[in-house]
């Protein structure tokens, strides 16, 4: 079976959940399970997960057990944050390490600070995290990530909610060409031809949440986002035929074709 393996874990699905902007829990756990994700991940500066007593708990209604739990750090705009945010993450989930680093450089665009990034990286390492980190598509950056021993790049398709899907693939490529963690697009993807079009690159998953969450009809949408993963990686495995203008050799040539019976008689 074509796996998605993350930090020597496989996963049957490529396809990565978060769980905010949705009504309700009752409809967040409808949407994901839709998705077929088992990977969910939960902003814990937003959510509670057991840090608010006697407050509605996310885990009541998305088991640890059936589900992966990836903590992230949506909201910290400093290392200093992120780290913080992620110990008591670890704390809350028995020791979990698998996590999502993600430091915002703004608050209007929600694009990434890496410098801040870079440094929460290095930081959650060497205390064994095992960090999947949201980043911008510069291959450089990437690179250095994966130096720095992040399991997965997350490089933005474009801003986070906006929809816009991927506006600059040859970045996106090049990380992917260079990579030898998995390379997931995180944030901007609108609707399921995106998803596809991101793993026909040859990305190893996609990761979203609005695009399910401010669907007219979530569930649908997340039914329709499990199966535009699944066909871009077919199609990717499967190799696209190569694009050209016109067909030089045509797919029903007329060469050895029986001729009309009424060819060649005499008028």
Not at 9 to 30: H, I, N, W
Not at 39 to 52: D, F, L
Not at 205 to 227: C, E, H, Q, Y
Request: glycine letters at 8%; charged letters at 20%; aromatic letters at 4%.
């Amino acid at each position: 079976m074509d796996q998605l393996i993350i930090a020597g874990k496989p996963y049957s699905s490529r396809l990565l959940v978060g769980t905010g902007k949705y009504k309700d829990f009752a409809q967040t756990r409808e949407a994901i399970e839709a998705s077929g994700a088992q990977i969910v991940t939960v902003a814990i500066r937003r959510t509670n997960i057991g840090q608010n007593p006697g407050e509605p708990n996310l885990l009541d209604v998305l088991a640890p057990q059936r589900y992966t739990i990836l903590p992230n750090t949506a909201g910290c705009y400093t290392a200093q944050d992120a780290v913080r945010t992620l110990r008591l993450a670890r704390e809350l989930l028995d020791g979990h390490d698998l996590v999502k680093l993600e430091v915002l450089g703004d608050p209007h665009t929600l694009y990434p600070n890496m410098v801040e990034t870079l440094s929460a990286a290095r930081t959650l390492v060497n205390d064994g995290f095992k960090v999947m980190v949201y980043c911008s598509d510069d291959p450089i950056i990437a690179r250095q990530l994966e130096q720095i021993g992040c399991v997965a790049v997350m490089p933005l398709a474009s801003l986070i909610g906006s929809g816009m899907g991927i506006l600059n693939p040859w970045n996106l490529q090049i990380i992917i060409d260079n990579a030898t963690v998995p390379v997931l697009v995180d944030a901007g993807v609108g609707t399921a031809s995106d998803a596809a079009i991101a793993m026909e690159l040859g990305c190893d998953g996609v990761l979203m949440n609005t695009a399910i969450a401010a669907a007219r009809d979530p569930v649908l949408m997340a039914s329709a986002m499990k199966k535009a993963v699944q066909a871009g990686r077919e199609a990717y495995l499967a190799g696209r035929m190569p694009k050209k203008l016109y067909a030089a050799a045509p797919s029903s040539p007329t060469g050895g074709v029986i001729a009309s019976a009424r060819r060649g008689k005499a008028a």
